[in-house]
């Protein structure tokens, strides 16, 4: 492998002022999770906003590896605030796949860069995976949320909202790609920033 394809400590500032910036915005719409009916928008909201940052993040994208890391800091990022070890998994295999598929447009192209952005956004179903596989060992941790929120949030997400969800993930990350990329081209470059 060459030097200059080789990931650098450049590269790998950015990852994190990025990653940095995808996980700040998750924490805030994850807030909204402490409405049960709110639980299934986080699949439409987390993509859909965080498509914005994550739109200028590919625009420092050169190197195969940089969003592989990405999807891998956000899956940790994902399982340390207690949404289990799926997102972790997930963020592996979907960073994997997502920084694939940009390589297949050598990083440069935009409808290639929508596509990988929509798929790293599937790791996000990593946390709704427990509420469909084990509920009970789910809200055996969050019992503080109180007996009426659990029994709501059960109600909600019933097993046929599964592919619903992991739909959205996909559809709502083309969609947030799409808007960054419209910001980044209005807003962005003029400013010299992208």
């Keep these: 492998m060459a030097t200059q394809d080789r ?3 450049k590269d ?3 990852i994190g002022i990025y990653a940095a910036i995808f996980c700040v915005v998750m924490t805030a719409i994850a807030m909204l999770g402490f409405i049960p ?3 299934p ?3 439409v909201l987390c993509p859909l906003i965080g498509g914005i940052p994550m739109m200028l993040f590919y625009t420092k994208v050169k190197k195969f590896g940089m969003i592989t890391i990405m999807g891998i800091i956000i899956g940790l990022f994902l399982m340390i605030t207690g949404m289990g070890y799926w997102p972790a998994i997930l963020g592996i295999v979907f960073g994997i ?3 694939l598929i940009a390589k297949s447009g050598a990083y440069a192209s935009a409808k290639k860069s929508i596509l990988s952005y929509a798929t790293m956004c599937l790791l996000i179903f990593g946390n709704y995976i427990p509420l469909y ?3 009970t060992e789910y809200f055996s ?3 503080s949320f109180g007996e009426e929120y659990i029994a709501t949030l059960t109600a909600v997400m019933q097993p046929w909202t599964a592919p619903v969800i992991l739909v959205a993930c996909f559809v709502f990350g083309a969609l947030g790609a ?3 990329q419209k910001l980044m081209k209005k807003h962005f470059e003029k400013a010299g920033i992208a």
């Design 41 to 43: 928008m986080l699949a």
């Design 178 to 180: 799409i808007i960054g």
């Design 7 to 9: 990931i650098n400590g």
């Design 141 to 143: 941790t969050r019992q």
């Design 37 to 39: 009916i709110m639980m």
């Design 133 to 135: 596989t084990n509920i």
């Design 97 to 99: 796949l997502a920084d």
């Design 12 to 14: 790998l500032i950015n």
